[in-house]
């Protein structure tokens, strides 16, 4: 086990906006994962009331660095909501999701649906490639351009 | 009582609606588009949602986006505040099928108020005073030139959906009437999409004199005076005051049982205000009815000692109003700060703010949003604060005033505030006597 890999890759996770990274190489698996504090950035003077603040993701695209020789990095795709709205896995209550992690999606697949207003709008992938995350639980209120989805595009 | 409000609107007056709801322990939603997620509504909000890109249009202006965030937070009532769509019919409408209470007036309140020529004539059924005119839209020209002629000239034509000084036209003669008629028609079709068209007898440099009221479900309607907004550039509101310099007890009293009239004859709920205008011989006409909260209630609120956005939460939630009005005490003046620089023709000034320091001591109250290092973000309106002063009578709200505006630095952008203090030494705004031509005849020294 090279320690000072791991200590790379735990300085990477840890300063960057990665917030899970999984290697695997010669049978060797390491797993790093960050608690996402959501916290909204404020940059006048602190105040502390009791805020429930639906989180805010940047724009910037999440950039991956898979190990310190050098590999070629992957870049995310974020799926944003266009609308506010309640944030759905599956057509129907029963039925099952559009999409699980690992799952390979085209453009115009549908990845979930947004429902305000009564209306139900399914939100569909405008690239192709691998879900890698889902950062939204089913049935919870999202906010316009919160991100959705990582898409690793093919 | 509501268990939580959703303020649908931004900057100061969003801040002003989370105040009340504080105080009377109900929960807020505020919302921002991306350009607003810094701002302090949405920092003392209980909740924020984003709801959506900074064009007005997409956001604030975006119906489904701002139902969808109510019922995503479950929140039981909308206060939509002053402008974007706090008279929009649509609205009020959506949101009462969507079941969450409109903090104002029913969809059939705002379009019969909306409809300035049907108010008109409302109030003048009911013996408000109201300018002499054409009774409703002038069919044709020769129809309009008979009523001209028993009116009298100088009279104005103008646009029946109209606003903003669009679709308007001032006719000094007889011989004028034809082409103002048809120019008129052209710019209303144009800018409403209806040319229908109405006339009025001009009068010329009015005073503006609004008087607020609020009315309840039961029927209770009240006045809380008059405010005199006459300091006006471009028929936009600079500087407000209550009582207004040209009122005396009789004229109050009058005004403000016309304007509990017209509210009553048409069971007016919520805080509302009569607009008049005042000619040389302190005669009144009903100009329109504001189915809202105006930018400028606080200059009330001083001198009457009534919280009129707590007034209006109270009456939705199916109370009585709470603060009758008593006499009015002392005198209150408005001076809206904007980003604008008054020695460039009141430029606009978006930017960065480096440096701020908020007047403070007594009577001096500010209704701001900004803050320190914040950004004013270019896409909205350019007033970024209210300093409100009081003092025991006009002069003395005046000196309160200069003290105030003196000690008020902004810096980063171009304010306003050198103008205010201009204005306070004009003789003939400190001797109360000046009209809505005031502004018109003053000029902004560098």
Not at chain 2, 158 to 172: F, Y
Request: net charge negative.
């Amino acid at each position: 086990m090279d320690l000072n890999l791991i200590k790379k890759l735990v300085r990477i996770v840890d300063t960057s906006g990665v917030t899970d990274l999984e290697i695997e190489e010669n049978g060797l698996k390491v797993k790093i994962a960050k608690k996402i504090r959501n916290s909204q950035i404020i940059t006048q003077p602190q105040f502390a009331p009791q805020s429930i603040v639906l989180p805010h993701t940047s724009s910037e695209k999440v950039e991956e660095t898979v190990n310190s020789t050098g590999e070629s990095a992957a870049v995310m795709h974020e799926i944003k909501s266009p609308i506010v709205g309640t944030f759905y896995r599956a057509p129907a209550p029963d039925a099952d999701s559009y999409v699980q992690v690992g799952d390979d999606v085209a453009v115009g697949t549908v990845l979930c649906i947004v429902e305000a207003m009564k209306l139900m709008n399914e939100i569909e992938s405008d690239v192709s490639g691998k879900i890698v995350k889902v950062l939204v639980e089913n049935g919870k209120p999202v906010e316009y351009n919160q991100t959705l989805f990582l898409i690793q595009p093919s | 009582m509501f268990n939580k409000i959703l303020i649908a609107n931004r900057g100061e007056i969003a801040l002003r609606i989370i105040r009340s709801c504080k105080e009377l322990g109900i929960k807020t939603v505020a919302i921002n588009s991306e350009a607003d997620a810094d701002s302090l509504h949405v920092t003392f909000a209980d909740e924020a949602v984003c709801i959506g890109p900074p064009a007005s249009k997409d956001s604030y202006l975006k119906i489904p986006a701002l139902i969808s965030a109510a019922q995503v937070t479950g929140a039981d009532a909308i206060h939509p505040g002053y402008g974007f769509l706090a008279e929009n019919a649509s609205f009020s409408e959506i949101c009462a099928e969507s079941n969450i209470k409109f903090i104002g007036p029913s969809p059939q309140m705002i379009r019969s108020m909306g409809d300035k020529a049907f108010a008109k004539d409302t109030m003048r059924k009911n013996g408000v005073p109201v300018i002499p005119g054409s009774d409703g839209l002038i069919p044709d020209i020769s129809e309009g030139k008979k009523i001209a002629e028993e009116i009298g000239y100088p009279v104005i034509i103008k646009a029946s959906a109209g606003g903003g000084g669009k679709g308007m036209r001032i006719v000094w003669t007889d011989e004028e009437f034809e082409k103002a008629f048809q120019t008129a028609q052209t710019e209303a079709e144009a800018s409403f999409g209806n040319p229908e068209v109405y006339l009025e007898k001009y009068i010329e440099n009015p005073r503006h004199v609004e008087i607020q009221v609020l009315g309840d479900m039961f029927g209770n309607v009240y006045h809380y005076g008059e405010r005199d907004c006459s300091v006006q550039r471009r028929h936009q509101k600079l500087i407000e005051e209550s009582p207004s310099p040209a009122l005396d007890i009789q004229l109050r009293n009058k005004m403000g049982e016309a304007a509990v009239l017209g509210a009553k004859s048409v069971n007016y709920e919520g805080a509302g205000t009569i607009e008049f205008l005042l000619d040389k011989n302190k005669n009144f006409y009903f100009m329109e009815m504001n189915t809202r909260i105006q930018v400028e209630h606080p200059v009330t609120e001083m001198v009457y000692d009534v919280d009129l956005i707590r007034q209006q939460i109270i009456v939705a939630a199916k109370r009585k109003v709470e603060t009758k009005p008593q006499k009015p005490n002392g005198h209150s003046i408005e001076f809206r700060i904007n980003a604008e620089d008054p020695s460039k023709n009141f430029r606009p000034s978006p930017g960065k703010i480096t440096s701020l320091h908020f007047p403070g001591g007594f009577g001096v109250r500010i209704d701001s949003h900004i803050y320190q290092s914040y950004s004013i973000p270019p896409y909205y309106d350019s007033l970024i604060a209210k300093l409100i002063v009081w003092g025991k009578n006009r002069e003395h709200a005046i000196s309160r005033g200069i003290r105030a505006l003196e000690e008020f630095t902004v810096e980063g952008i171009k304010t306003t505030i050198p103008f205010h203090l201009q204005v306070l030494q004009d003789s003939r705004f400190l001797s109360g006597n000046f009209d809505t031509s005031f502004l018109d005849k003053f000029e902004f020294k560098e």
